[in-house]
C-alpha cells in the first residue's frame, strides 16, 4: 500500500489495524471505543484519526498508542506514522480515565469512575459536562443538574465526578449524598433539643464551609418534604455558588417538573446546565453487557448479549441483573453460556418479547438491503443477496424462537443452509464493525 494513499484507503488501511488488533483478542469495551475513532486525512507517510473527544483520544493515545502504531506499520508494509486528534466541534477536556482514586470523600464509591462508564450517543452530553466539571469546578457548568429515567447511569456519572475531582486535587472536599439523606439530617438537627442550634451550625458547616463540592443525587426524594428543609438547601445552595464551589444534582425528571420544588429553586438550577441522559441505544446496550461481563471475566457470546439488548431496552441496572442472573445460573450448573441456555435461564425475568416475527424481519430487512422481501428471501447467489438472507437469518435466529427448520421454512431453505448462515454472521458480527452496524441497525428499526 502505498504511503501517500488517499483518504478513501485511509479508511481500509484503519480497518485492517482493527482487525489485526482483534486477532490479538483485546476487549469488547475497547473495540468500541476504537471504533469512535475515524480517518480523516492521509498524507504521505501518516494515518490522521480523529477522535470524539479529548478524553477518548488521550487515554487511547496513553494506554494503546504504541500498539497501534505497531499495527499500522505492519498492515502499510512501510513506514508510516499515526496521528491521534480530537474533534474540536465536541470540545471536551483532556482528562485521563481515573486509576485507583486518592482515598474517597464523604460518600463515594470508588468502583464508579469515567474508565468504566460506557460511551454512547445517549449520555455524550452527560459525559461532556462531567468532564467539564472536572476541568475546572464551580465555572461554567454550575450547577450541573442531570436527569433521566431510573437505572441510566446517573449515579455512576455523580461518584465519577467525586472520584476524579479528588485524584485531580486530593485536597478537594467532596460531599456526596442523596436528597433523602440531606432530608432525614436536617430534620435530625431540628429535633436536637437543647443542642438544636449547635447542630445546626454543626450541619450548616458540613455543607458550606467545609465543601468545596456538593453531589446532591435524586433530588426528587423531596416530594413532600417538610418546607424547612427546602429552605435549608436554597440556603446552602447560594452560599456554595456565591463562593464559586461546584454543584451537581441528579434527578428523574427535570427541573420543571418537579412538584414540591419552588420556582426560586428551579430559577437557580437554570443558572447552570441541564443535561438529561436517554435509554442507550442498542450497540450501547451490547457494550455495556460485554464490558460488564468483562470485569466479571465471563465470555459473553454476540447473539447472547444482541439477546439480552433486544429484550432489556431502556435500564442499565436490569441489563445488569439480566447478566447475573446469567452467570448465577451458569456457576450453579455449568452449562455453557449460549444463546439457548440464556433463553431458558432469562424466561421469567426478561420482559416479553417485541412484536417481532419472521415476516416483519424478512420485512425490515429487505427495506434496509434495497430489496424486495421476494427477492430477498428466493433470489439467487448473487453476493449482496446472498449476505441480505444471511443476516435476515441470523436476526431471526436471534429475535426470535424460532427453530432453524421453522426459518427454513420460511426461506425455502433446509436446516443445515440456516445454520451455516447463522454461523457465518455471527462470526462477522464478532470482527467486523460494518457487518456489526447493519445487525444493529435493523434490530433498532425493529424495536423502535
Not at 490479538?24 to 494515518?47: D, F, M, N, Y
Not at 486528534?85 to 486518592?102: C, F, H, I, K, T
Not at 468532564?131 to 442531570?146: A, D, E
Request: hydrophobic share 40%; proline share 6%; net charge neutral.
Amino acid at each position: 500500500m502505498s504511503s501517500a494513499a488517499p483518504l478513501e484507503n485511509g479508511d481500509v488501511l484503519w480497518t485492517r489495524v482493527l482487525a489485526a488488533l482483534r486477532q490479538r483478542g483485546v476487549s469488547a469495551h475497547l473495540q468500541g471505543l476504537l471504533a469512535q475513532l475515524r480517518p480523516i486525512e492521509s498524507p504521505a507517510g501518516k494515518l490522521v484519526l480523529s477522535a470524539p473527544n479529548a478524553f477518548i483520544r488521550d487515554w487511547i493515545e496513553d494506554n494503546y498508542g504504541a500498539t497501534l502504531a505497531e499495527l499500522l506499520h505492519d498492515c502499510a508494509d512501510e513506514p508510516c506514522d499515526l496521528e491521534l486528534r480530537a474533534d474540536a466541534a465536541q470540545g471536551l477536556p483532556s482528562v485521563r480515565p481515573s486509576p485507583p482514586p486518592a482515598p474517597p470523600a464523604a460518600g463515594l464509591n470508588a468502583a464508579y469512575t469515567f474508565a468504566n462508564f460506557v460511551l454512547g450517543k445517549s449520555n455524550e452530553l452527560v459525559f461532556s459536562a462531567a468532564q467539564g466539571v472536572c476541568k475546572s469546578p464551580g465555572q461554567g457548568n454550575n450547577p450541573l443538574f442531570v436527569y433521566g429515567d431510573s437505572g441510566l447511569g446517573k449515579t455512576h456519572i455523580l461518584h465519577a465526578i467525586g472520584n476524579e475531582l479528588r485524584r485531580l486535587r486530593p485536597d478537594t472536599r467532596v460531599r456526596l449524598l442523596n436528597g433523602e439523606q440531606f432530608m432525614n439530617e436536617y430534620i435530625a438537627v431540628t429535633h436536637a433539643g437543647n443542642r438544636t442550634l449547635e447542630k445546626r451550625e454543626d450541619f450548616r458547616n458540613k455543607y458550606r464551609k467545609d465543601c468545596d463540592v456538593l453531589l446532591l443525587d435524586d433530588i426528587q426524594l423531596w416530594r413532600g418534604s417538610a418546607i424547612e428543609t427546602r429552605h435549608e438547601f436554597f440556603l446552602t445552595f447560594n452560599e456554595l455558588y456565591e463562593g464559586r464551589k461546584q454543584i451537581v444534582i441528579t434527578s428523574d425528571r427535570p427541573p420543571s417538573d418537579l412538584p414540591d420544588i419552588e420556582e426560586r429553586l428551579k430559577t437557580r438550577f437554570h443558572h447552570g446546565l441541564l443535561a438529561d441522559i436517554q435509554p442507550p441505544a442498542f450497540e450501547t446496550r451490547v457494550s455495556i453487557l460485554q464490558k460488564k461481563a468483562e470485569d466479571r471475566r465471563i465470555q459473553l457470546p454476540p447473539d447472547v448479549a444482541a439477546f439480552i439488548a433486544e429484550r432489556v431496552r431502556k435500564n442499565v441496572r436490569e441489563l445488569e441483573g439480566a447478566l447475573n442472573r446469567l452467570i448465577a445460573v451458569h456457576d450453579l450448573t455449568r452449562v455453557p453460556v449460549n444463546l439457548e441456555m440464556a433463553q431458558q435461564a432469562l424466561r421469567n425475568i426478561l420482559p416479553p418479547p417485541q412484536a417481532v416475527n419472521l415476516d416483519t424481519i424478512v420485512e425490515e430487512a429487505s427495506r434496509f438491503y434495497g430489496l424486495t422481501a421476494d427477492k430477498l428471501v428466493r433470489g439467487g447467489r448473487q453476493k449482496r443477496i446472498a449476505h441480505a438472507r444471511a443476516v435476515a437469518m441470523y436476526l431471526c435466529r436471534t429475535m426470535t424462537p424460532s427453530s432453524f427448520p421453522e426459518i427454513g421454512a420460511r426461506f425455502e431453505k433446509d436446516h443445515a443452509t440456516v445454520m451455516y448462515a447463522c454461523r457465518k454472521i455471527e462470526g462477522l458480527v464478532e470482527s467486523d464493525p460494518a457487518i456489526r452496524r447493519e445487525c444493529a441497525e435493523i434490530r433498532s428499526r425493529l424495536t423502535s
